[in-house]
């Protein structure tokens, strides 16, 4: 059973416009969230995080934000640019668990079209 | 600064070879985890290696084993190759200590026939 899910494998969006992507978990004792893209033929690569006593982080273009009583967190790209089109992976560390232990997520495909 | 480097990038094996996977860690990285990525799936954990050591593993049978050398190097062998096996094979570094951040490498792809 998935414990990290993003249930929208693609998304498209218009260049200047907001993204948003989405992820679910299901296991509450989940303390640390992570976003990472990845692009063709590359390693993922690390975007932003948010620890489980925060609600939101912001980087530049990019804000996630954490809902624990929904265990629901958001990726938003503001504002969106070709060069974001890539696949972000949404993923998870549990508390206690080792450092490398990471959840992820099956992956949404961002498509910015200019 | 270098980056996490895997080798090779791309190999074929058949039905019950072995294979090996290389892979550097970035420069001040001590921890090195593994992570097989199937087509259309997320990256799921293998396991991690600090000071030479497993200190974790996920839901993968014992032919998956590996190694790490004093220089943070690592190798993941996989023994009895079976066409499940077919993925793209991701090696990330990490600091050791309490950031969780990891740093991928390139991967290496692995195809079998």
């Known amino acids: 059973d998935q414990q990290v899910k993003q249930n929208s494998p693609s998304l498209s969006v218009q260049e200047g416009r907001i993204s948003i992507l989405n992820c679910d978990y299901t296991?509450?004792?989940?303390?640390?969230f992570l976003w990472y893209k990845k692009y063709p033929a590359e390693g993922p690569t690390f975007l932003i995080s948010i620890s489980s006593i925060k609600d939101k982080n912001e980087d530049g273009r990019f804000t996630v934000f954490l809902n624990k009583s929904a265990k629901h967190l958001s990726l938003h790209i503001v504002p969106s640019q070709p060069g974001d089109s890539a696949v972000y992976f949404c993923a998870s560390k549990g508390a206690g668990g080792s450092q490398g232990n990471l959840i992820f997520g099956k992956g949404t495909k961002l498509s910015v079209k200019p | 600064e270098t980056g996490v480097t895997q080798s090779p990038t791309h190999l074929i094996k058949t039905r019950g070879q072995q294979v090996t996977l290389r892979c550097s860690s970035q420069s001040g990285h001590n921890t090195v985890s593994w992570y097989q990525q199937a087509l259309g799936q997320g990256p799921q954990f293998i396991f991690q290696?600090?000071?030479?050591?497993?200190?974790g593993r996920g839901n993968f049978p014992p032919r998956f084993s590996g190694l790490q050398f004093p220089n943070y190097s690592s190798e993941l062998n996989v023994n009895a190759l079976e066409l499940d096996d077919s993925a793209l094979y991701l090696c990330a570094s990490s600091s050791g200590t309490r950031g969780v951040e990891l740093f991928f490498g390139e991967g290496s792809r692995l195809t079998v026939l």
């Open positions: 296991n509450s004792m989940f303390d640390y």
């Open positions: 290696y600090y000071r030479e050591e497993e200190n």
